[in-house]
């Protein structure tokens, strides 16, 4: 299971000035026989990109001022059968839900509230219309809360499940979030625990491991698997910060975001092991390195990953106590933008361990 790679991440711009980046840079890759599975995702990636204008790729969803005062953002997710899902750990209820919160959670890295969302469905003749109608019923249930509208859609004949979903959503010009806006010293936040989503993966997975764990334990990690909530909750109060931040989602792993908003601010971080959002209970069941690993690169938890200024990050955290969250849906500070280029997690007797994409999910 993973989240969904990125292809057209547009940053802010307006639509006139694009026709000025074209035609794009379309030089041939240097060994064009290779496949995707050897070139890898993080350099398909980057051919991908060459198709668009250099100046608008690089982050969760694509960015357009509007004629008001408002940027439109776009995003688009894709859920391919056996990929993301598969009848063993998802219902098809769950199927809708969680492709609406992969998209609501991509607006939400970048500061933006919901407008509605297309969906694009591919499918097997023999799917049954229950389970169609059980999908839609899922998306609806995520978007209800923020009231946010199924705009229609299309259908195709496929061998596999594929649910593909662009998301519309706005945010006012020159407040969108950004990766590439982290700073030296800024402080790295979590906006929740991580490792969840993985641990429920591991419960549905294998249940025979399970039967020393609470009930209470086991169905909050199945939930977050299964239902995870996006974290568009944080949105306002985020806008009112009077400063630049870095952001991202976490869909791909704690580590991943952390990396990719290095990589877009030309930074370096360090991350606290002792501060890691390892979920409670987790440690006691499958041990402290196991435990760092999936909080580290389990992927699919759809919190935020932010770099926010520390005194602006203090007005923050005190101004967000008062929606009351739940101790694993509460942000905690977790390491630190540095000069350089090297993301290190800080170990006990002051060990270094310097962390990486390729440990995380990739699609190939």
Known sequence: MGGSAKFLSPTSTSLLPLSQSFPPNLSTPSQPDQTIGELGEQALLAQLQKFSPAEITGDDAAVFDLPNSDSLVISTDMLVENVHFSDQTTSAFDVGWRGAAANLSDLAAMGATPTGITVALALPPSTPLAWILDVYKGLTACLEPWRTPILGGDVSRSPLKTISITVLGQVPQGKALYRHQ???????????????????????????????????????????????????????????????????DSSDGLADAVLQICRASQMGAELWAEKLPIPQGLTDWVGLETAREWTLYGGEDFELILAIPPLEAQKWLMAIASLDLS??????????ITNGTEVLLVLEEERVEKLSLQRGFQHF
Not at 200 to 208: A, I, K, R, V
């Open 327 to 336: 101790p694993n849906r509460s942000p905690r500070v977790i390491g630190q």
């Open 182 to 248: 982290a700073k030296v010293g800024d402080w790295i936040i979590a906006t929740g625990d991580h490792g969840t989503s993985r641990a429920g993966l591991e419960c549905l997975l294998h249940p025979h491991k399970t039967e020393h764990l609470p009930p209470e334990q086991k169905l909050i990690w199945q939930r977050a698997h299964q239902r995870p909530q996006p974290r568009l909750d944080l949105v306002p109060s985020l806008l009112s910060l009077e400063t630049s931040i870095g952001a991202m």
